[in-house]
């Protein structure tokens, strides 16, 4: 029996597989091959083709093994695990995937280190590869899909932090809540998004494994789940709803506050547009008389009715403020139309904006459907000091300055300049696109991705000198963080400027890459 030191923290590694038997045993092996030895080890076999002997032929005292005869899913399968972790930290792999040796030291020196952060994710390469008929895998291309600096509210709208490359401190989950087992898609990014609540995240731009990802017929749940896009909705719904127990040190929380005339058919699909369009973590109250919210047949998430029998709609929202939780409240007119990004840039104007008594107004908003968003502190002082004023009219009185949000307030800007690039190469002008990445790299984060989009819209522009400065800056990068796609392009540089003995040992290079794995 193979026995470790137990230098620095346990970390606990949470596995689970499901019929993937000869790919497990390889995962498993890259688990216990860490240069980092203190480690607790549980497996869970997720009522697939039994994983007993591969755990027994690795003969390590570290692992714990969950043989569960019934499929439950891979929520489930987490929750069990984590009631044996015992590790200060917790960290995920997928039973397909690999870590590189260095994986858990890295991370671990991360968050014992200077950080308040109590998770940590590193770079990943994402193996494409076809399945073949027998099971096995041929590699196609590798990449750094996702690398990407943390930011909390992108994370509300998209994942950014695979399980395969995070950690955390365990003592996050008792303030996240367990894995939600209804959500059988998307079970990661439920969690990174309740963990963003509570903790930052720290990015390290060191790539310490790798994830496979079939190009067709995949076998992954959440390929599979992806074709039932009535489920898949579901589950993402479910995810955007979400709200763990509060105090949230982390996050911000918006109170929307929807007035319509009446429980209409207008008003129920103003309420699953809403439930549909809204990103950032909320509540919806809705101020009606009890007549017609005994007619309201709805299970959104969040939804609190306030009983209102005043025809006032002053009153009605009155009694709906009276029971807001958020930190900010959205005046929301029944009619107003609600759409992607609806809500999203007032309320990440307002969350980084400081000043007393400003308002952002919602980007559908008009005179019409007059909607902002305000600081919930600020408009109860409003109502409670002109209490027979209109909504609007007490917050004028009451100097709150209702704004359009600046551009540079957006959020998403990066991605916006990304897809304004990617747009330009499509259309062949790769000088236009270089000179964005050249902006973005002077006001953005994600440097390396941005390096290596500008190296290579530099190699295709055709100017002498953008050649030459792409192929010093693909063999920086190369040096560092390569892949088959860069390195190809670098051979073509080299060839180009008649380095043939260079441009053969990459093409030697980028063909190890893709049979390695």
């Not at 260095?102 to 590869?129: I, N, P, Q, W």
């Not at 749940?221 to 040190?249: C, H």
Request: net charge negative; with cysteine; aromatic share 8%.
């Amino acid at each position: 029996m193979t026995t470790h030191g137990k230098s620095g923290p346990l970390v606990t590694v949470l596995i689970s597989t499901f019929n993937r038997r000869r790919f497990f045993a390889d995962a498993l092996a890259s688990i216990l091959g860490q240069e980092y030895r203190h480690l607790q080890v549980i497996a869970v076999n997720d009522g697939g083709q039994s994983v007993g002997d591969i755990v027994s032929a690795a003969n390590d005292e570290r692992v714990i093994h969950i043989d569960r005869r019934e499929n439950r899913g891979l929520a489930y399968s987490f929750n069990q695990a984590l009631q044996y972790a015992q590790g200060k930290y917790v960290a995920y792999l997928g039973d397909d995937d690999l870590f590189y040796p260095h994986h858990v030291r890295r991370l671990v020196e991360t968050l014992e280190g200077d950080t308040d952060a109590g998770v940590a994710y590193s770079d990943l390469y994402k193996v494409f590869c076809r399945v073949e008929p027998d099971g096995s895998r041929t590699v196609l291309g590798k990449s750094v899909n996702i690398s990407r600096d943390f930011d909390r509210f992108f994370m509300l709208h998209f994942n950014h932090t695979l399980h395969v490359c995070m950690m955390h401190r365990l003592d996050l989950i008792a303030k996240t809540g367990p894995y939600n087992e209804d959500i059988r898609v998307l079970i990661d990014w439920d969690m990174t998004r309740r963990l963003a609540f509570f903790s930052d995240f720290t990015h390290i731009r060191d790539i310490t494994g790798e994830y496979y990802a079939a190009v067709a017929n995949s076998d992954r749940i959440s390929y599979r789940m992806r074709k039932d896009k009535a489920e898949y909705l579901r589950n993402i719904l479910a995810i955007r709803a979400g709200r763990p127990a509060k105090p949230w040190p982390m996050m911000k929380d918006t109170s929307i506050i929807l007035q319509p005339d009446g429980m209409d058919a207008a008003a129920g699909q103003q309420l699953r547009d809403l439930w549909l369009w809204t990103y950032v973590p909320y509540q919806v109250l809705l101020p009606l008389p009890a007549a017609a919210l005994d007619r309201l047949d709805s299970h959104m998430p969040g939804l609190v009715r306030v009983p209102a029998e005043s025809a006032s709609s002053a009153e009605r929202f009155d009694a709906a403020l009276a029971r807001a939780a958020g930190d900010f409240v959205a005046v929301v007119p029944g009619g107003l139309k609600i759409e992607n990004g609806w809500i999203e840039t007032a309320v990440h104007a307002l969350w980084h904006d400081d000043r007393p008594g400003v308002g952002y107004l919602a980007a559908t908003a008009d005179e019409a459907h007059w909607s902002v968003v305000v600081r919930r502190e600020e408009v109860l002082e409003a109502r409670r000091r002109y209490p027979t004023l209109g909504v609007r009219a007490s917050m004028e009185a009451c100097n709150i300055r209702f704004q359009t949000p600046d551009p540079s307030r957006r959020p998403f800007q990066y991605d916006e300049g990304l897809q304004q690039a990617k747009h330009l190469e499509a259309e062949g002008d790769f000088v236009q696109a270089a000179w964005v990445y050249e902006q973005m790299l002077a006001s953005q984060s994600n440097v390396e991705l941005l390096r290596e989009r500008l190296a290579v819209a530099l190699a295709e522009s055709g100017g002498q000198a953008a050649s030459s400065r792409a192929a010093a800056m693909l063999r920086t990068i190369n040096d560092a963080r390569p892949t088959p796609a860069l390195l190809l392009q670098e051979a073509r540089l080299s060839r180009k400027h008649s380095r043939h003995d260079q441009a053969a040992a990459l093409l030697e290079q980028a063909q190890a890459m893709m049979t390695e794995g």
